[in-house]
């Protein structure tokens, strides 16, 4: 579930992303009443498997709900927790449509789960020290712009990355233009930015592998591949997404 708002005065309206029907919005009557038949578990970031009933109007109905995954690691660690619901909103504004995307559903799940594994748990301690071969930590800035990269992939926005997107030059590529949709060379920089080759390795590493294998990067490269998604959104998809991290404190 992406989020949930509260309806009424024992409703809420549920904004659902499904492997087959793209997002859905529902309504589950009474949930909020302290004996509910569905108790907690319709709330943001759970994994379920839900009944829903299509009538004449816009929302469909939650008839049942049984849980598949409830991610309980991930509630209790403030910042894994922020991570899924700066996710959430990227694919629920991203894929807004009833156009099914089996593969953003995967995605999604696959992101939580792995933040989940990595969260501290509700006592506030983390988890099992990691091996030399564990995964790397996904919940900060790095595995966020790695899963929106894959997003803007799913998405037939994935920029350019192999030649200038403006003219196909495979040499001297000099920057990166959010109108143009890719790096850019030396002769078509007018309007870009520069892109530096640790932002360049990572965004091409981050799209050939898989989550669990995000590349590592400075603060400042992962600045510049932030920007290349935010102008990448905004020049091709008309839209502006929160930051895919908070702020270290």
Do not use: W
């Not at 904004?15 to 087959?20: D, E, L, M, Q, R």
């Not at 629920?92 to 995605?107: A, D, K």
């Not at 930015?193 to 490269?221: C, H, I, N, Q, V």
Request: aromatic share 6%; net charge positive.
């Amino acid at each position: 579930m992406l989020r949930s708002m509260r309806y009424g005065e024992a409703d809420r309206i549920l904004h659902v992303y499904t492997p087959h029907r793209g997002r859905v919005s529902a309504i589950a009557k009474g949930v909020r009443r302290t004996r509910s038949r569905f108790g907690g578990r319709l709330e943001p970031f759970f994994r379920l498997r839900m009944d829903l009933h299509e009538g004449r109007g816009e929302l469909l109905t939650v008839t049942g709900a049984q849980t598949v995954d409830a991610y309980p690691r991930l509630r209790g660690d403030a910042r894994a927790l922020d991570g899924a619901a700066r996710a959430c909103d990227a694919v629920g504004r991203l894929f807004e449509t009833s156009e099914p995307h089996p593969g953003v559903f995967n995605l999604l799940c696959r992101h939580l789960a792995l933040l989940d594994e990595q969260a501290a748990g509700p006592g506030g301690s983390a988890g099992p020290p990691q091996s030399a071969t564990a995964v790397p930590p996904i919940s900060g800035r790095a595995g966020a712009l790695a899963f929106r990269l894959k997003l803007l992939l799913a998405a037939g926005l994935a920029p350019q990355l192999g030649a200038c997107a403006s003219c196909g030059e495979g040499e001297h590529l000099a920057g990166f233009s959010g109108a143009a949709g890719g790096v850019v060379c030396g002769a078509c920089e007018a309007g870009s930015f520069p892109l530096g080759k640790a932002a360049y390795g990572f965004m091409t590493e981050a799209l050939g592998r898989s989550l669990t294998e995000t590349p590592e990067a400075s603060d400042p490269a992962l600045g510049q591949v932030e920007r290349a998604i935010s102008e990448t959104l905004e020049h091709h998809a008309h839209l502006r997404l929160m930051p895919a991290a908070a702020r270290a404190s």
